[in-house]
């Protein structure tokens, strides 16, 4: 079976305000249905900024509607800046959806004061 066929979500972040990838960024995933969300999974980025796996996968991947929650704030703390309170950025929510047993990869990059994602390779 190709590449292609197979499915699967990844994600990586990188901090344009430092010029960096985002390590140890907290991410959770959720599948939407209707109103209603089911939380799939917790993970953290890298040195990279990238996951250490796939988000989903193989049997895990299924076409649907998504949703990344990116704990920016959290991380921007981390890395000692100051934020105001509230911050401008805390949580940031990527809905999405997967239409076919494709490779999706949905980046983000982010700064205290602005984001943007797109559909990657």
């Given amino acids: 079976m190709s590449e292609e066929g197979k499915g699967r979500l990844t994600t990586h972040v990188l901090d344009t305000a430092a010029g960096r990838p985002a390590a140890d960024l907290e991410i ?24 250490d796996a796939p988000l989903l996968e193989g049997d895990a991947f299924a076409p649907g509607e998504y949703e990344l929650v990116f704990q ?23 809905r999405f959806g997967m239409a076919e047993r494709a490779h999706y990869h949905v980046p983000l990059l982010v700064s205290p004061y602005g984001y943007s994602t797109y559909r990657g390779s």
């Fill in 72 to 94: 920016v704030g959290n991380y921007l703390r981390g890395q000692g800046g100051t934020l105001l309170a509230p911050a401008f950025l805390d949580r940031v929510p990527i």
């Fill in 28 to 51: 959770a995933l959720y599948r939407l249905e209707g109103e209603g969300r089911t939380h799939i999974k917790t993970v953290r980025t890298n040195a990279d900024g990238r996951c």
